[in-house]
């Protein structure tokens, strides 16, 4: 099928996995996106095919009135300035579990003893002892609570993580 017929066959009735023009935030233009997800016959969700960005889908004329009432442009690669974070968000700190908050304490209080230059560095492949200190890329430093088939579980300063190991 050419990009002519296509094309026409997207602009009769959106479907997941068809194209739909959407504005990109992530690019500042309005670009062909794919359909990733609906509700009834309205898109709610898009991909976009220039960055592979997933987002809210926002109609073209959604964008340009909302430019409109600002003032302002829509697009053109204008450079964004940095928006200064909103008083309610910047009031609100993030609850954390009472869940969380033992598992952190709990890693505090064994990290207090643990000796970090012994630390094995995380992989995939390590075999890892009960107690042992491993020093995780993301997670930071963790010890080994548990092992099992192919995998262990290590508690951090997040919480539990369980991740594979011998492979």
């Not at 969700?45 to 442009?73: I, M, P």
């Amino acid at each position: 099928m050419t990009g002519i017929h296509r094309r026409a066959l997207d602009t009769a009735l959106p479907a997941v996995g068809r194209d739909v023009e959407a504005w990109c935030a992530k690019c500042g233009f309005a670009l062909e996106h794919v359909i990733v997800a609906m509700v009834g016959q309205t898109v709610v969700q898009v991909r976009c095919r220039t960055c592979g960005g997933t987002h809210k889908y926002k109609s073209t004329r959604e964008v340009a009135a909302a430019a409109a009432k600002a003032g302002r442009q829509p697009g053109a690669g204008e450079a964004k300035a940095p928006r200064a974070p909103a008083a309610s968000k910047a009031a609100k700190v993030p609850q954390e579990s009472a869940e969380v908050r033992a598992a952190r304490a709990l890693w505090q209080r064994k990290m207090a003893t643990a000796d970090r230059a012994r630390a094995t560095r995380y992989a995939a492949s390590i075999q890892p002892m009960l107690g042992e200190l491993v020093d995780h890329a993301a997670f930071g430093f963790g010890i080994v609570e548990q092992t099992m088939d192919g995998k262990a579980q290590f508690l951090f300063e997040q919480g539990y993580k369980v991740l594979i190991t011998g492979r």
